[in-house]
Structures are given as C-alpha cells and as structure tokens.
C-alpha cells in the first residue's frame, strides 16, 4: 500500500517522478500558477485554491472552508493506492500536511489519530498542520476532537525553508524519508 508524499512546490517534479506518483492534491493560493509534472494524470489532479491561514480576513486570502475537506475527501477516496499520492503546498509545511492526515484517516479510518500524527511527526520535524484544515476534518471525518488533539500534542514544528519533502505512511509498517 502506497504512502503519501508531502512535498513544497518546488519539488513536485522531482518527488512525483522518485516515487511513481501518478496523482497529485494541490493546495495553492487561488490563481497560483504552477506546472503539473508530466508524471501526473491530469485527470487525477485536484486543486484548492487556499490560503495558509485559519480564519477569515479581509482582502483576497480564502481560509479553509467546509467544500475544501469534502473535495479533498471525495478526491482520495478514489485513490488507486498502487502508487503514493503527491500531496503539496507552497512550502510542505502546513497546509499540505493538514491536507494529508485528513487523506490518510479518509482512506484509513480505523487507524489511531495519535499514532498517525505521531508518524507525521517522525517523518517531518517541520511539519504544523495547519489548524483550520485540521479542524474541519475532524468534523468531516467524525473523529469527535481526536484529530484536533492529537495535533495539538505534537505541537508546532521546527522552523522550516520549505525544502523539505517527506513521506507519510499510511499505516505503522510502511515508512522512510521521501528525500
């Protein structure tokens, strides 16, 4: 069973292309303009144009929203899982991260909200979910606050640059560093 690679932007290409990714979740800015690596199936890609934020403000930033989870849910369910999943953000830190626990525990829903977080955390010590996503898949997933806690407990990640890519897996036995 494939794992999901979380990766800044300025890594997919060469990420999708180590570890036979064929479909990628991207979680950019709204009118962000990127190139999908050739390795990805078109078809199999989907975009969220939002902003690494936790709430609401003013001008063009857009926080995470209810339809955000529902279409990264509905777009990893129909995973094929012979490969791993591409998962990406600006800099592979926190919304990407988010986007990836939600994916995991939709793919894996019996799976423990610790133990997963906590593998989250030894594959990435920079990683920060962020929390907004977090959140509302917790509720979209109906995990009753575990979730939400479980990333609360790890806390903030290290300081990051944003070029640190990682693997998270699925499950306890799978695992290795995507760099």
């Known amino acids: 069973m494939a794992g999901i690679v979380i990766s800044p932007l300025g890594r997919i290409a060469e990420m999708a292309v180590r570890h036979g990714c064929r479909e990628m979740l991207?979680?950019?800015?709204?009118?962000?303009?990127?190139?999908?690596?050739?390795?990805i199936?078109?078809?199999?890609?989907?975009?969220?144009?939002?902003?690494?934020?936790?709430?609401a403000g003013t001008g063009d930033l857009i926080a995470p929203q209810e339809?955000?989870?529902?279409?990264?849910?509905d777009f990893v369910r129909n995973w094929?899982?012979?490969r791993p999943l591409l998962v990406h953000c600006w800099m592979g830190v926190s919304?990407?991260?988010?986007?990836?626990?939600?994916?995991a525990l939709a793919?894996?829903?019996?799976?423990?909200?610790?133990?997963?977080?906590?593998?989250l955390r030894l594959?990435?010590?920079f990683a920060t979910p962020n929390a907004r996503l977090v959140e509302i898949g917790d509720l979209a997933l109906a995990r009753q606050g575990r979730l939400v806690a479980a990333v609360r407990a790890i806390g903030r990640g290290a300081d990051a640059d944003g070029n640190a890519p990682f693997l998270l897996p699925l499950l306890p036995e799978e695992g290795h560093d995507a760099d």
């Not at 339809?67 to 849910?73: D, E, G, L, S, Y």
């Not at 919304?95 to 626990?101: D, E, F, I, Q, Y």
């Open 26 to 39: 991207s979680l950019v800015a709204k009118g962000q303009d990127f190139h999908r690596p050739a390795v």
């Open 41 to 55: 199936d078109g078809a199999r890609h989907l975009k969220i144009g939002v902003n690494d934020i936790s709430f």
């Open 67 to 73: 339809a955000h989870v529902v279409q990264i849910i």
């Open 80 to 82: 094929d899982r012979s």
């Open 95 to 103: 919304r990407s991260p988010a986007a990836a626990l939600i994916a």
């Open 107 to 119: 793919v894996e829903p019996d799976q423990d909200d610790d133990a997963l977080v906590k593998r």
């Open 123 to 125: 594959a990435s010590p």
